[in-house]
């Protein structure tokens, strides 16, 4: 079945900069457009970057200049650089693959980014 993993994920003091990374298998990744959420504890899940099939960008108001997503397809791979973090940049990181046409969807299990002092 289709798995996306991914990692990266770390204690980072605030000020600090992590990469994340999401390694899909058996899906034809090209095809859809990529997602990270996230999700902190108490709180909504949220879109914090996508990537489209076409590798157009989108953010979250609140992490615009901070965070890029890019997109690997020779390595089914979308990546999330995140720098300048901060505390409430604390959350379950998830990594979503969607389809435009046929809505399908697919999550990772999530990797945690923790900012503190």
Known sequence: QVQL????GDLVHPGGSLSLSCVASRLRFSLYALNWYRQAPGNQRELVAGIST??????????????????????????????SLKFNDTAVY????????????????????????
């Open 5 to 8: 993993v991914e990692s990266g």
């Open 54 to 83: 076409g590798g157009n960008t989108k953010y979250l108001d609140s992490v615009k200049g901070r965070f890029t997503i890019s997109r690997d397809n020779a390595k089914n791979t979308v990546s999330l650089q995140m720098n």
């Open 94 to 117: 998830l990594c979503n693959a969607h389809h435009p046409t046929w809505g399908t969807d697919y999550w990772g299990q999530g990797t945690q980014v923790t900012v503190s002092s």
